[in-house]
C-alpha cells in the first residue's frame, strides 16, 4: 500500500484510501479471502480519523471488494466462479474463463485396484487396476477444489504428460475427445486434511461433484471426484420452458400463414 495520502487532493481521503487498498488488492498485497489491516491499524498509518476509515472500508465493502466478518476482521472477497450444465468443460477451462490464474499441484499418483463402484463405471473388472491421479487445483494462490480422478490402465500414458495443465487438453491431443458426461452434486464436510489443503476450517460445507465421462464412442474414459470450496464455486443450472416456446413458434407461424 502506498505510504501516504495526499492532503491537497481534490479527492476525499477516505476515497484515497479506498483506492490505495484497492490498488493492493490488485497487485496481490492482498489476496482473495486474507484480511487487511484493521481499522486502528489503517488510523494509525496514515493518521485518520476512525470515520474516515471506517468510511473507506465501508465504500469498498459496498462494491463487493471486501467483507466483514463479525469478531473477526476485514478480508478481501474471493471472486465465485460460476459454470453451467450445458457445457462439457474441465475446471482449468472454467476458471481461466474467469481470469483466474491456476496452478495444479500434484499430490500423487498411482495404480490402485479399482473399488466395484468405480469398476463398473469405467466398463473393467472388479479389483482390476487403473490409475489414480490427485491434485490441488489452485486459483490465484487460493486453494479451490481438491480432485481425485480414476482413468483405465490403458490411458497410463497420461502419467508421462504434464499433469498440471488440463487433462482434456492432454486427452485431445491423443484422439480422445470427452463428448458426454454425467455429473452428481452433493454436500460433504470438510475432513482435517482436506481442511489444511483446502485452507477452510475442519467440517466446513463443501461441494462434491462426482464426473463419469464418456469419449466420442461413448467410452467411459474417467470417473473422478472433486471436493470443491463452495465460496469460490457455484454451480448454474439454465431451465427453458419447451412449450412456451413451442407455442411461441406455433403461433409465429400462423400468424405469418
Given at each position: 500500500m502506498v505510504k501516504c495520502?495526499?492532503?491537497?487532493?481534490?479527492?476525499?481521503?477516505?476515497?484515497?484510501?479506498a483506492d490505495a487498498i484497492l490498488q493492493a488488492v490488485k497487485e496481490g498485497e492482498f489476496k482473495g479471502g486474507e484480511k487487511i489491516p484493521s481499522e486502528e491499524e489503517l488510523r494509525k498509518l496514515y493518521g485518520l480519523s476512525r470515520v474516515t476509515v471506517r468510511t473507506a472500508i465501508d465504500s469498498l465493502v459496498s462494491q463487493g471488494i471486501l467483507v466483514k466478518k463479525q469478531g473477526k476482521g476485514t478480508f478481501v472477497t474471493v471472486p465465485i466462479v460460476e459454470s453451467n450444465t450445458e457445457h462439457l468443460r474441465g475446471f482449468t477451462d472454467i476458471f481461466a474463463s474467469h481470469g483466474y490464474q491456476m496452478k495444479k499441484d500434484i499430490l500423487s499418483?498411482?495404480?490402485i485396484p479399482a473399488a466395484p463402484d468405480y469398476?463398473?463405471?469405467?466398463?473393467?473388472?472388479?479389483?482390476?487396476n487403473i490409475i489414480e491421479i490427485q491434485r490441488l487445483l489452485i486459483a490465484d494462490g487460493v486453494p479451490a477444489i481438491l480432485e481425485?480422478?480414476?482413468?483405465?490402465?490403458?490411458?497410463?500414458?497420461v502419467l508421462k504428460e504434464d499433469l498440471k495443465g488440463s487433462l482434456y487438453q492432454i486427452l485431445c491431443s491423443h484422439g480422445i475427445y470427452p463428448t458426454m458426461a454425467k455429473k452428481q452434486i452433493d454436500i460433504c464436510h470438510a475432513t482435517a486434511e482436506e481442511a489444511r489443503l483446502l485452507g477452510v476450517k475442519a467440517k466446513t460445507a463443501l461441494f462434491l461433484c462426482t464426473d463419469h465421462v464418456n469419449d466420442q464412442e461413448g467410452k467411459c474414459i474417467h470417473v473422478s471426484r472433486q471436493i470443491i470450496r463452495s465460496d469460490i464455486y457455484k454451480l448454474v443450472v439454465h431451465s427453458t420452458n419447451v412449450e412456451l416456446e413451442t407455442r411461441k413458434k406455433k403461433n409465429e407461424i400462423e400468424l405469418l400463414s
Open positions: 495520502l495526499a492532503t491537497n487532493s481534490k479527492d476525499p481521503l477516505y476515497i484515497q484510501l499418483m498411482s495404480i469398476a463398473r463405471k469405467l466398463s473393467i473388472e472388479p479389483e482390476a481425485r480422478l480414476y482413468l483405465p490402465l490403458e490411458y497410463s500414458f
